[in-house]
């Protein structure tokens, strides 16, 4: 009940192309979906998130899109460019006001 | 802001020591967090405070981890004994209130080495 299940594992594509990264969840009572952007070195730090009264939300060249029947999330990367290679997490929360459930995580790569 | 604060940043001990992290949460947060991530286990929740107060320690793997947090400016997580197992990036996190408990702010990690 608790999971958050994240696909691919590892993503490689090529510059400005348009990766997409999955996650799932279980438990219905989540509702803030946020997706956290980790450079090697470095902690995770918040991306763009999203609470379940919408169906899509755009910051720059990032978009959630949330499926809240099919209790799916994805994020889309637009354009993607070599300085996104980075380890990508999507997480859950109930009413972001409990502790967060982390996916595994996706390492992308943007090759030049 | 300086951000969360971690040290040390890299910290290699032996097997049976014991082990010392520290964080500085973003000043005015009221919630931290110590997280543990390795390859196979991810990024794992150990324990958060509020107000200094643990909330939840049902992610802190066993006895030889414990946590603190005197007053709002400071934190420590220990180890004791260490173990090989330990061996991982541990980071501390902060977060401004109840209602953005989601909006957590990423120190930059000790990376401890139990040899």
């Known amino acids: 009940q608790q999971q958050v299940k994240q696909s691919p594992q590892s993503l490689i594509v090529q510059k400005g192309g348009i990766p997409i990264i999955n996650c799932a969840y279980e438990?219905?009572?989540?509702?803030?979906f946020p997706w956290y952007q980790q450079f090697p070195g470095k902690g995770p730090a918040l991306l763009i998130a999203?609470?379940?009264?919408?169906s899509e939300k755009k910051e720059g060249r990032f978009t959630i899109s949330f499926n809240k029947s099919a209790k799916q999330f994805s994020l889309h990367i637009m354009d993607s460019q070599p300085g996104d290679s980075a380890t990508y997490f999507c997480?859950?929360?109930?009413?972001?006001?409990?502790?967060?459930?982390f996916g595994k995580g996706t390492k992308l790569t943007v090759n030049p | 802001d300086a951000g969360v604060i971690q040290s040390p940043r890299h910290e290699v001990t032996e097997m049976g020591q014991e082990v010392t992290l520290r964080c500085k949460p973003i000043?005015?947060?009221?919630?931290l967090f110590w997280y543990r991530q390795t390859m196979m286990r991810g990024l794992e929740l150990l324990i958060y405070?509020?107000?200094?107060?643990?909330?939840?320690d049902s992610g802190m793997p066993e006895d030889r981890f414990s946590a603190k947090m005197p007053n709002a400016s400071f934190s420590t997580l220990k180890i004791q004994p260490s173990e090989p197992r330990d061996s991982a990036v541990y980071f501390c996190?902060?977060?401004?209130?109840?209602?953005?408990?989601?909006?957590?702010?990423f120190g930059p990690g000790t990376r401890l080495t139990v040899t």
């Open positions: 996190a902060s977060s401004l209130d109840r209602g953005r408990l989601g909006e957590q702010y």
């Open positions: 438990n219905t009572a989540f509702d803030y």
């Open positions: 999203i609470r379940p009264d919408v």
């Open positions: 997480a859950a929360s109930k009413g972001g006001s409990e502790k967060l459930v």
């Open positions: 000043s005015g947060h009221d919630y």
């Open positions: 405070f509020n107000n200094n107060v643990p909330i939840d």
